[in-house]
């Protein structure tokens, strides 16, 4: 079983420049979601999504874009990096039933640098 | 969602029980008691959760105080594979979003 999927697992990007960190899940699980994780620190949700086109921003959405065109994949999109957004990234899904929200399922990260 | 306040680290002889308490005096009645742990930086793993009833699973328990206002994590035996962050979040199971707020957590180190 593949579960949560991330590419690429480790990027090293310039300052000003963009990228696409790639999230597909084969679960067709409705919700799915973005975190960060700075070093030492918790993670922090960046963004997430409730269904195919429906996305809304977390708690650090500031630099960061979403889509969500299929229930499968939900790509985050870094449009001008910056040195603060060094991080490591994860995404991962879950699916309602019988009126909760089941727990959560994470892929394995990017670790992404910006210099 | 309310808030919950972990010991920042704690030991553990390897084959004794692991115990994480997790404080979370603010907590709403229909709010759920969550424990996921990251081994290694690796992406975060689900545990065990619960509402008011204590709950087993294969991977632990979970004993929830009668006033819900905190909660114990038991790694019956544990292993040096048992090394990791351990995360206690509250949550309305039944959330539209699902979203999971997460703390600094205890960092649990299983000696031999």
């Known amino acids: 079983n593949a579960g949560v999927t991330q590419t690429p697992k480790f990027r090293i990007l310039k300052i000003g420049q963009s990228m696409t960190l790639q999230c597909a899940q084969d679960?067709?699980?409705?919700?799915m979601y973005w975190y960060r994780q700075d070093p030492g620190m918790g993670l922090k949700l960046i963004y997430y999504?409730?269904?195919?086109?429906?996305?809304d921003k977390g708690e650090v959405p500031n630099g960061y874009n979403v889509s969500r065109s299929t229930t499968e994949d939900f790509p985050l999109r870094l449009e001008l990096a910056a040195p603060s957004q060094t991080s490591v990234y994860f995404c991962a899904s879950s699916y309602p039933s019988g009126g909760e929200v089941k727990p959560q399922h994470f892929g394995d990260g990017t670790r992404l640098s910006i210099l | 969602d309310a808030k919950t306040t972990q010991p920042p680290s704690m030991d553990c002889a390897e084959g004794r029980a692991a115990n994480l308490p997790c404080n979370h005096s603010?907590?709403?009645?229909?709010?759920?008691v969550y424990w996921y742990r990251q081994i290694h930086s690796q992406g975060p793993q689900y545990i065990i959760h619960g509402l008011k009833n204590n709950e087993t699973n294969e991977m632990a328990s979970l004993i929830i105080t009668e006033d819900r206002k905190s909660s114990t994590l038991i790694l019956p035996h544990a292993t040096l594979r048992d090394t990791a962050v351990y995360y206690c979040?509250?949550?309305?199971?039944?959330?539209?979003?699902?979203?999971?707020?997460f703390g600094q957590g205890t960092t649990l180190q299983v000696k031999p």
């Open positions: 999504s409730v269904g195919a086109g429906i996305t």
């Open positions: 679960m067709n699980h409705n919700y």
């Open positions: 603010t907590i709403s009645g229909n709010e759920y």
């Open positions: 979040i509250v949550r309305v199971a039944t959330s539209n979003t699902g979203k999971l707020i």
